[in-house]
């Protein structure tokens, strides 16, 4: 399976320790993907490609250098070397590298290859998403469906003595509607995806995630305006679990810890939520979308319980994160491609379940927000202060979900958040996204169960 031999990895590795490298790496992949949209009623693009590279790192104390070639030949992956050695120190004669070959065995199970799959049978269930969607409600004026698969054959090198290999197959679904009330629109959307082959778009149900999504739309655009002021939110599970990622995830990675740009810096072993709240970043989930057997650099993923009962346990730590921080690595150095070096990156990072149940929760609210469904949003991971939209809200009334309001948006900040989180219930779910930063965009998954925020800002436009 490996997309480039021992020999030139090994090749590599020696001409960067020879240059006076802390440490060298080589990271190789060969990618393939395969997509089909369709946008009202009509296959609008259907592509597949491949990709293939590797790419050359070598960290100089806390310093590290970075090279990539879409030639993955030992001439050009030297030539690659030679360049990032120019950054070192003077040649010394180092003791030949070995590296040994992982005995780690994949939990994740791939059953149905794209290339076996006809191109009707994806036709036929986009069509029969977008009759499922449009038979809701003839307000439904548009649909925008897709299925996205990709597979990843990736071998890492490196001068600690690493050599893992991995075969990655990704498949996930995507479907927009669109409702329309005269000159007003509003959306709702569904995404799910999985690290599994086509039989997880086989296991879906498909015409019914399309009638969700319709049914999402016709409600909002149906509904008035949420009101605006400060108030208990319940926030729906499942993707409801976006705040947490963006509000307080990214602030949890060596990327900004390092650089002490983080609200938590230094703060292990400290409160900072309440002791309802254990979060977890978890790499090995059997088929999850954010899984891996091995991180971008080689390490093993693993189970990393951020906060406990409201303590700030650990970071993700990727390698240069744990030079400039003592931190142990956590496995969670990703990237999205060999033209990226890694960084400290969430694969699925979830608040774990707690003891309470939904209808109690919702029950304990006199009045207030119910944010089934999360929106985008924005955040400054240095204060942790965020915007993010309420793509499904409804309003609590007397402890009953009642009618269903749109342009709702919370506004505050993940440090305050935590310490407002006062009831966890037993109904986590994971939800699939892509999250951007420094080193691209990876598969992660956000997931929660329903929570109760006994205090937050909702902006929104009616009194």
Known sequence: MSVITKKAAHAVLARLTGAGADYAEVFAE????????????????????IDWGAGVRAIYGIRQVYAYSSDTSEKALMMAADAVAQAGKEAKEVPALKTKSSKLRSPHVFLVSSEDVEAKERIGILLGMDAAARAVSEQISQVDAAIQEGTADVAVANSAGVWAEEHRVYSRLY???????????????????ALAGFEFIRSLDTPGLARESAESALRAVNSGYAPAGEMPVVVG?????V?????????????????????FTDKIG??????C??????????????????DDEGTPTQRT???????LKAFMVDRLGAIKTGYPLSGSGRRESYRYAPTSRMRNTYIEKGDAKVSDILASVDYGLYAQRMGGGSVDPSTGRFNFSVAEGFMIRGGKVAECVRGATLIGSGPEVLKRITRVADDLEHTAGVCGSISGGVPTT??????????LTVGGRSQ
Do not use: Y
């Not at 705040?243 to 609200?263: P, Q």
């Not at 400290?270 to 002791?275: E, G, L, R, S, Y």
């Not at 956000?446 to 205090?455: C, E």
């Open 305 to 311: 319980v951020l906060i406990e009962n409201g303590i």
């Open 243 to 263: 705040i947490f990622h963006e509000a307080c995830g990214h602030a949890l990675e060596t990327t900004s810890v390092a650089k002490k740009a983080s609200v």
């Open 30 to 49: 060969e990618a393939r993907s395969r997509s089909i949209r369709l946008i009202d009623k009509q296959i609008e693009r259907a592509s597949s490609g």
């Open 277 to 294: 709240l254990t979060a977890i970043d978890d790499g090995t989930m059997p088929g999850l979308w954010g899984s891996s057997v091995f």
């Open 446 to 455: 956000v997931g929660q169960p329903t929570i109760l925020v006994d205090r």
């Open 270 to 275: 400290q409160p900072i939520a309440c002791p």
């Open 237 to 241: 599970n499942g993707f409801g679990g």
């Open 175 to 193: 479907i927009t509607s669109i409702a329309q009330k005269g000159a007003e629109k509003e959306w709702g959307f569904r995404g799910p995806g």
